[in-house]
């Protein structure tokens, strides 16, 4: 199995001056289930290099199981600071693509041309696909057979009452939850910071951080 997990390169939280990124335990748990399974898995971001990480995602508060092995884990640290540069990545040559969240990705994923195409090539061909928290923002302008890919399909993602709960709504360039209704998603939610996550054909979707681990099971479940 070979496995491509695609981080946001970008580290500015809007206007605000505060830092963001990827969301650790996102990156971590998903990571180490693929890893755990047999999977090789690759890494990359649209720039390339060491993907920025939400500082928030690093407080004590925030850690978890898949985390702390992270945090212990040299040989993972070294992959994460060396991802390949999402352009010069051919999709064809991955079994399934996982996207990890953090607010980066509502700022570069959600308009990247690599990532796109990354997303139309996997779902066009009929391999697994998942996005956690603020990930499914990726979808944002990608198509399949000319329409959304969201459209007509079950999608969850992080909800208008878990960003108003960490106070950025006004902050974020647009809402996750009403983005993927506009085009067409059937958005479902659970209750807020408890895990959910939706699986509509090749496409998986993790409602937050707690739904990382969740997302990751469900897509290996599609790889059988």
Known sequence: MKILMILTSHDQLGDTGDKT????????????????????????????????????SADPSAQTEATRRFDADPQAQAALA?????????????????????????????????????????????????????????????????????????????????EEGVGLTKVVPFLLEDMLQERGGLYEKGPDWASHVVTDGMLVTGQNPASSEDAARALLKLLG
Do not use: M
């Open 82 to 162: 060396s991802t390949r540069k999402l352009a010069d990545v051919d999709p064809s040559e991955f079994d399934a693509v996982f996207y990890p969240g953090g607010h980066g990705p509502l700022w570069d994923l959600a308009e990247d041309a690599d990532s796109r195409r990354v997303i139309e090539t996997t779902l066009g061909a009929g391999r697994p696909l998942g996005a956690v928290c603020h990930a499914p923002a990726v979808f944002r302008h990608a198509q399949v057979d000319g329409r959304p890919v969201v459209q007509g399909r079950r999608v969850t993602g992080f909800t208008n009452g878990e």
């Open 21 to 56: 990124g990827f969301w650790l335990e996102e990156f971590a748990a998903p990571y180490y289930v693929f890893r755990d399974a047999g999977a090789e898995v690759t890494l990359a971001s649209p720039k390339g290099g060491q993907p920025p990480l939400d500082p928030k």
